[in-house]
Structure formats: structure tokens, C-alpha cells
């Protein structure tokens, strides 16, 4: 029953920014744990940033140029991303985790260019 659509995906040019967001289908506070995750063509998935009720946690290659953040009004979960670079292309993926099992989005594409 839980559902998880990302969006805000696309091309932009090194240096620029882009704002990825996921929404549940329903109220993300029964999530304990929410992230991204990407993964780039021939790499394993890895996690850029997670998101608990009391902190937030970023990959070392992100750190400092991307930020996560929740919206409880509107069920969403946002990605911004500053200071784009070409290493930052990959599918980025919205993961929710609740007791039970971890939920995944179908994934939205990133393009950074030189």
C-alpha cells in the first residue's frame, strides 16, 4: 500500500542546482527513516543523505552541498542539491524504512554536465 514517487530529475550543467522530491501516498511520519540513494552506471547503489526525527546524516562526497529535509503538511521528502558536479549523475532512489521493511520509489534521473 505504500507508495513512493520521486520527481524533479533532469539535466544541469556543473555548478547548478536541482530539487529532487518524494512523495508518500500517505503520512510520512510512520517512516522512522527516510533517504536518497543513487546509483551511477556500473556502481552499487550508495546512500547520499537520511533523514530521522532528530538528525541527518550525509555521504562524505555530498556533504555541504546537498541538504535533506521533510515536509509533514504535504507528505514529501526533498533532496536540494547545490554545486552540482558530473560525479553526482546516477538514478537518485527515495527510501523509506518503517518496522517492517524498507519502501523504495522508482527512481528519477540526474545529469550533470561538464
Known amino acids: 500500500q505504500v507508495q513512493l514517487v520521486e520527481s524533479g530529475g533532469g539535466l544541469v550543467q556543473a555548478g547548478g542546482s536541482l530539487t529532487l522530491s518524494c512523495a508518500a501516498s500517505g503520512t510520512i511520519s510512520r517512516f522512522y527513516a527516510m533517504g536518497w540513494y543513487r546509483q551511477a552506471p556500473g556502481k552499487q547503489r550508495e546512500s547520499v543523505a537520511a533523514?530521522?526525527?532528530?538528525?541527518?546524516n550525509y555521504a562524505d562526497s555530498v556533504k555541504g552541498r546537498f541538504t535533506i529535509s521533510r515536509d509533514y503538511a504535504k507528505n514529501t521528502m526533498s533532496l536540494q542539491m547545490n554545486s552540482l558536479k558530473p560525479e553526482d549523475t546516477a538514478v537518485y532512489y527515495c527510501n523509506a524504512k518503517d518496522y517492517r521493511r524498507d519502501y523504495w520509489g522508482q527512481g528519477t534521473q540526474v545529469t550533470v554536465s561538464s
Open positions: 533523514i530521522t526525527s532528530g538528525s541527518t
